[in-house]
């Protein structure tokens, strides 16, 4: 089904081709007029009141429910399609730019005779495909999402998107780092290689959040050294190994990001404060980066603690 052991059922409304409604009962006026019969794509409507359960990730949101309940509607359609760039992307759950999270369906196929002409589907021939069932849906092979992508996508954008496929963002990797560089390393045609093969470069695995990789990023853009991902400490006080986000595992320094599930959830404020002092007791500093931090501040006070120089006159376009 999945590589992700974080997912629950959901009842989908049937799809079913227009075209079918007599075979299923349905009268004509009731097709076109009753709110039972809500059209999904041209040709295809779903039925309100008979469903389908189906597993999806713990994770999804409305519109991930979205993209899944369309691209099966046009599997009715044209059953050899697969999800692929941004649907793929969405529905892997890797980041994406905002202008990209749209309802338009990109579908790929290696027959290249293929023609879609329904509105909101971008159809891509391919010579050869490689097809995974995520969720009990066709979905390129992660590998073949980010090659084909990547000509698409700013180098930070792209960085972040290979981050949360090789990363645990939600769930599991779906793809090795290693694998994922070896992919790119030997497929013999691919658009924009060295832009994709520097961000490739950039990646890391076991990355948590795409706020992670920003603020990695950001450290390696102001000449500070990269921090380490999830360095490990053994904590004495909690009997277990301690990872903070980000950190100088040299001089005991760490940096985690908190976003807002940080702040709204008890239970997690708790397991900070756990971590936190568990990592001061044994001699780490606990810097606290949110979306309000001023990095022009945090800068210093990370060069301060690694003993290195101030760099007078710089100016980040993290600026805050």
């Not at 309940?69 to 697969?82: K, M, V």
Request: with cysteine; net charge neutral.
């Amino acid at each position: 089904m999945s590589a992700d052991t974080r997912w629950v059922m959901h009842d989908f409304p049937e799809v079913f081709r227009t075209r079918d409604y007599i075979e299923r009962g349905i009268t004509r006026h009731s097709l076109y007029h009753s709110k039972r019969y809500k059209q999904v794509l041209p040709g295809v409507r779903m039925d309100r009141e008979r469903f389908d359960r189906r597993p999806v990730p713990a994770w999804a949101d409305t519109s991930w429910l979205f993209d899944a309940q369309r691209l099966r509607a046009a599997l009715l359609h044209y059953p050899d399609i697969a999800a692929g760039h941004a649907l793929a992307a969405r529905l892997y759950g890797w980041p994406l730019p905002s202008n990209w999270m749209t309802s338009q369906l990109h579908v790929s196929v290696t027959n290249p005779n293929s023609r879609i002409r329904l509105p909101g589907i971008t159809l891509r021939r391919m010579t050869n495909m490689t097809v995974t069932q995520w969720f009990e849906l066709p979905v390129l092979a992660p590998a073949e999402v980010v090659i084909g992508i990547a000509g698409d996508l700013l180098q930070r954008d792209l960085v972040k998107l290979c981050d949360a496929a090789v990363g645990n963002w939600h769930g599991p990797p779906q793809i090795g780092l290693d694998e994922l560089r070896d992919c790119v390393r030997t497929r013999p045609f691919i658009r924009g290689r060295e832009h994709l093969s520097e961000a490739v470069g950039l990646a890391r695995p076991n990355v948590d959040s795409p706020p992670e990789t920003d603020l990695r990023l950001w450290a390696v853009e102001v000449g500070l050294p990269e921090p380490v991902v999830h360095p490990q400490t053994l904590s004495r006080i909690l009997g277990r190994i301690v990872e903070p986000d980000l950190g100088y595992p040299d001089t005991r320094l760490a940096l985690e990001y908190e976003g807002g599930h940080h702040f709204e959830s008890k239970r997690q404020r708790e397991s900070d404060l756990r971590r936190d002092e568990a990592l001061r007791a044994e001699g780490w500093t606990v810097l606290h980066v949110t979306s309000n931090t001023n990095y022009i501040l945090l800068e210093a006070q990370i060069r301060d603690h690694l003993g290195l120089e101030p760099r007078p006159g710089h100016h980040s376009r993290y600026r805050r």
